[in-house]
T-cell receptor, first 112, second 115 residues
């Protein structure tokens, strides 16, 4: 699996958009980008995933650069409950890698 | 409500005792997973199972055992051979969809402390 690089921590004001970057410069053409988050002492929660097109769901938007070497997770209107560690993960499209390989993630703190 | 349940939330055991952590899902998912998380670190895969009566070792299977007798259940036993069992244990499940991508759904976790 491709290695990902994320900032250790970020702050965001409540109500503003939170933009979380992720570098995955060694990603291959058959790997998805996944985002999960983990609120303290809880199980991780799936947010969104994409291959090469931008994706949006009820939780967030995922913007993947044209060269696929980086992506940004956007929480459009951050709330205090969005404070969590956010993990960017890449996995093969063919499902051959069963596990999720979590790095250290980005601690997002939403400030009142 | 559909979901994954893990019990108990907190578990204390004496050193040298085996302990079994429960994981049940009613999502009709084929695949189930056990991860371990240590403080300030990401998740590491212990075991996974894609089908009943079959399972594979993950990165850190030593000192652990599992069974998959029913689709809904994937219990994890932490044996006395596990040298550092105190950790946060997370169970997950997913549909096996291959190329479509398969998000994993996690339970609330069990925090095991060995005294």
């Amino acid at each position: 699996d491709a290695k990902t690089t994320q900032p250790t921590s970020m702050d965001c004001a409540e109500g503003r958009a939170a933009n979380l970057p992720c570098n995955h410069s060694t990603i291959s053409g058959n790997e998805y980008v996944y985002w999960y988050r983990q609120i303290h002492s809880q199980g991780p929660q799936y947010i969104i995933h994409g291959l090469k097109n931008n994706e949006t769901n009820e939780m967030a938007s995922l913007i993947i650069t044209e060269d696929r070497k980086s992506s940004t997770l956007i929480l459009p209107h951050a709330t205090l409950r969005d404070t969590a560690v956010y993990y960017c993960i890449v996995r093969p499209v063919d499902g051959s890698a069963r596990q999720l390989t979590f790095g250290s993630g980005t601690q997002l703190t939403v400030l009142p | 409500d559909g979901g994954i349940t893990q019990s108990p939330k907190y578990l204390f055991r004496k050193e040298g005792q085996n302990v079994t952590l429960s994981c049940e899902q009613n999502l009709n998912h084929d695949a189930m997973y056990w991860y371990r998380q240590d403080p300030g670190q990401g998740l590491r895969l212990i075991y996974y199972s894609q089908i009943v009566n079959d399972f594979q070792k993950g990165d850190i299977a030593e000192g652990y055992s599992v069974s998959r007798e029913k689709k809904e259940s994937f219990p994890l036993t932490v044996t006395s051979a596990q040298k550092n069992p105190t950790a946060f244990y997370l169970c997950a499940s997913s549909i096996v969809r291959g190329r479509a991508g398969d998000e994993q759904f996690f339970g609330p976790g069990t925090r095991l402390t060995v005294l």
